[in-house]
């Protein structure tokens, strides 16, 4: 039986990125993975709440949601850090 080691840096459902794509009239933004995976939405209240700019380095966890005009599945960022 193998046991994962866990380093203090290492945070589950933590991901790396960049803010991309601020639109100041809308108040959202996306965030870019560093993996270069897909971008993910960051919703006005957050982006508003850490005062986030183009190209600031932050961490974020995401959930999976239903768009209620599409009712399609998507990603948007619930938590941001600043890095």
């Known amino acids: 039986m193998f046991n994962k080691i866990v380093t203090l840096n290492e945070k589950p ?3 790396e ?15 870019k993975p560093n993996d270069e995976s897909e971008n993910i939405f960051i919703p006005p209240h957050l982006v508003e ?24 599945t998507k990603i948007r960022v619930t938590k941001v850090n600043i890095i």
Do not use: C, H, M, W
């Open 49 to 72: 709440l850490n005062s986030l700019v183009d190209g600031l380095k932050i961490s974020v966890e995401k959930e999976d949601y239903i768009d209620n005009r599409t009712e399609e």
């Open 17 to 31: 990125g960049i803010v991309i794509n601020f639109n100041p009239y809308k108040g959202f933004a996306f965030f």
């Open 13 to 15: 459902n933590q991901y």
